[in-house]
T-cell receptor
Framework: EDQVTQSPEALRLQEGESSSLNCSYTVSGLRGLFWYRQDPGKGPEFLFTLYSAGEEKEKERLKATLTKKESFLHITAPKPEDSATYLC???????????FGKGTSLLVTP | EAQVTQNPRYLITVTGKKLTVTCSQN?????MSWYRQDPGLGLRQIYYSMNVEVTDKGDVPEGYKVSRKEKRNFPLILESPSPNQTSLYFC????????????FGQGTRLTVV
């Protein structure tokens, strides 16, 4: 059975204090690993797709990396507007369903 | 603008009163799905559709129905809602081509009393 575990559950950072969020996964044949951002009361917003170990993608202050067992979302010099819940999901080769982790709630204070 | 539109955004109803939540996408995506999001449980898939007239159960299908008569629309039907279906619901769509990231609607907050 596919499993996705995100850590930490919650993270509080000072503005400018870089850190990383972790997503550990098990899946029988990975089609893709996805990162989403979710603001309170809103739908998840797509950030990145990673397809194979060693792949990296960047967008502004965010960088996602992938190994065979986990993915990291690195946040460099975060700003208060980066505060949100970050969700990781895996998609198996057998279908198109997304199996989500429970998310990391990030708070960046000025 | 590419988008997934859900209606209504908020709904309070009584136990047993049938309701439908609509979902429409304008990206010509083949794959559509419904998720519910509950505190501590994360997002869980209810039903999905691979294309018109092709639907299947997700992880938590009990108490829900869906239909896919047109490619753009994928309504979620609760024939006899119960309080344990109080939740935040999201519709999502994705392509089955090279880029399979899902696009989500804004959500429907349902309360069943």
């Amino acid at each position: 059975e596919d499993q996705v575990t995100q850590s930490p559950e919650a993270l509080r950072l000072q503005e400018g204090e870089s850190s990383s969020l972790n997503c550990s996964y098990t899946v029988s044949g990975l089609r893709g690993l996805f990162w989403y951002r979710q603001d309170p009361g809103k739908g998840p917003e797509f950030l990145f797709t990673l397809y194979s170990a060693g792949e990296e993608k960047e967008k502004e202050r965010l960088k996602a990396t992938l190994t065979k067992k986990e993915s990291f979302l690195h946040i460099t010099a975060p700003k208060p507007e980066d505060s949100a819940t970050y969700l990781c999901a895996v998609q198996a080769n057998s279908g198109y369903a997304l199996n989500f982790g429970k998310g990391t709630s990030l708070l960046v204070t000025p | 603008e590419a988008q997934v539109t859900q209606n209504p955004r908020y709904l309070i109803t009584v136990t047993g009163k049938k309701l439908t939540v609509t979902c429409s996408q304008n990206m010509n995506h083949e794959y559509m799905s419904w998720y519910r999001q509950d505190p501590g449980l994360g997002l869980r898939q209810i039903y999905y559709s691979m294309n018109v007239e092709v639907t299947d159960k997700g992880d938590v299908p009990e108490g829900y129905k869906v239909s896919r008569k047109e490619k753009r629309n994928f309504p979620l039907i609760l024939e006899s809602p119960s309080p344990n279906q109080t939740s935040l619901y999201f519709c999502a769509s994705s392509s089955q081509g090279a880029d399979t990231e899902a696009f989500f609607g804004q959500g429907t907050r349902l309360t069943v009393v």
